[in-house]
């Protein structure tokens, strides 16, 4: 069974900076693509950041050169450093392979203030 669990968000101030964590379970990690998602209020959801099996990373333009991606295929874990927040990356943020699974985790909301 797929889990996929998401932690890290929270209301932080323009510019600031936040580190998000994606703890998963039921598919076999290290040899999936990754890919954190962000849906905005009224929006889609998107893929802002992949990382490959063997850690390629790409990003959505609109966060290359504030966010980066890692992961660490020991603890089956995915992150996402945030730094130099805007307003605009207001979301739901969540975590999954790429393509995605039809599982979902609840997500992390991040705010940024400005």
């Known amino acids: 069974q797929v889990q996929l669990v998401e932690s890290g968000g929270g209301l932080v101030q323009a510019g600031g900076s936040l580190r998000l964590s994606c703890a998963n379970s039921?598919?076999?990690?290290?040899?999936?693509?990754m890919g954190w998602y962000r849906q905005a209020p009224g929006n889609q959801r998107e893929l802002v950041a992949r990382?490959?099996?063997?850690?390629?990373?790409n990003y959505a333009d609109s966060v290359k050169g504030r966010f980066t991606i890692s992961r660490d295929n020991a603890k089956n874990t995915v992150y996402l450093q945030m730094n130099s927040l805007k307003p605009e990356d207001t979301g739901l943020y969540y975590c999954?392979?790429?393509?995605?699974?039809?599982?979902w985790g609840q997500g992390t909301q991040v705010t940024v203030s400005s």
């Open positions: 999954n392979t790429d393509p995605p699974t039809p599982v």
């Open positions: 039921g598919i076999i990690f290290r040899i999936n693509n």
């Open positions: 990382i490959s099996r063997v850690a390629t990373t």
